[in-house]
């Protein structure tokens, strides 16, 4: 009996034994655990773009569309739903734009201005006729310019930064960093598109989106060509096994020497525009001055030009 008694007691010491080994193979994955969320954590939150005041105040004025969104939708003339999304996608989705609050912002500013237009009207302003119709029609079509605007010059700015970038990652892939852990370092420090593109690119890598899906999401939501002339570079060097590092340093020099191209061409351009406003404005008013001056002078007689006001 007491034989059993010492068994059982040895059980319960051994038993209790691997439930304290357990309890801290737990605590240190736990702590494991809590370490890795902290650090995916922070690198999402280093490519989200925060959001100024300004652009926090417009995002709250914007919310008021909502209630115009079903009749946007209905009212889509130059707005379908599909080339709105595009648009948005370019864009970066401005102010927190979504399809459903952009159909309902070009309505809402298609009433204000019709509000407006009305109240010249019974003020009796000059051409308020032509406000009461003008106005709204403003509101309506400057939303869908104001959005194409956007999108432009997003993309643009987006082919402005990519030779800085790729000249960083070429110089990091360079010292055999690998490409994935070279954009979790770069890309923190960039601001701009290039920032929210390649760190939404990481995001889905992180969350197992395979690479090549992930490629063309970055195709589908930019246009620009020097963008989309990297990642296809990228997607080929990595299908026929060519060292990134040489393709960013390649795509750099090239897009540079575009760069130079565009540059001496709107100087190119300019030429003309300043000659023509020489001729056609900066000449003939000169001349008109010059010729006043001898008609005034004939009439005063030689006399003091000052003395003819008098």
């Known amino acids: 009996m007491d034989g059993l008694i010492v068994i059982f007691i040895i059980m319960a ?16 994955e736990k702590q494991k ?15 989200e773009r925060k959001l100024t005041r300004k652009e926090k105040v417009i995002s709250r004025m914007f919310k008021f569309a909502d209630d115009f969104s079903d009749l946007g939708q209905r009212i889509n003339f130059f707005s379908e739903n599909e080339d709105v999304k595009k648009l ?40 308020s006729q032509f ?20 999108a432009k010059s997003r993309q643009e700015e987006l082919s402005y930064q990519l030779p800085d970038f790729l000249d960083t990652m070429s110089v990091t892939l360079q010292a055999g960093v690998g490409l994935d852990h070279a954009l979790r370092e ?5 601001e701009g598109p290039i920032k929210e593109e390649f760190g939404r690119f990481i995001q889905e890598i992180d ?75 900066v000449m003939p008013s000169a001349l008109i001055l010059i010729g006043g001056l001898m008609i005034m002078n004939m009439f005063s007689q030689n006399k003091n030009l000052f003395m003819f006001f008098k």
């Open 88 to 127: 948005l996608t370019q864009a970066g989705f401005p102010y927190q734009l979504t399809i459903e609050r952009f159909q309902g912002l070009k309505i809402f500013l298609l009433i204000i201005g019709f509000f407006i237009g009305a109240i010249l009207l019974l003020l009796r302003f000059p051409f």
């Open 207 to 281: 969350v197992g989106v395979p690479r090549p899906e992930a490629y063309k999401s970055l195709l589908e939501r930019n246009e620009s060509k020097d963008f989309q002339l990297l990642i296809r570079s990228l997607i080929q060097g990595e299908k026929l096994g060519v060292p990134i590092s040489n393709t960013f340093k390649q795509i750099s020099e090239e897009m540079r020497k575009i760069k130079k191209e565009k540059i001496k061409e709107k100087a190119a351009k300019a030429s003309p525009k300043i000659t023509l406003v020489t001729t056609f404005l």
């Open 131 to 150: 406000m009461v119709i003008l106005l709204p029609v403003i509101g309506y079509m400057g939303t869908i310019l104001w959005l194409k605007s956007k």
């Open 33 to 47: 655990l809590k370490e890795e969320i902290k650090e995916k954590t922070f690198i999402q939150h280093s490519y």
């Open 13 to 28: 010491l051994g038993f209790f034994a691997l439930c304290l080994r357990s309890f801290y193979i737990y605590l240190v």
């Open 186 to 190: 770069i890309v923190p420090y960039f």
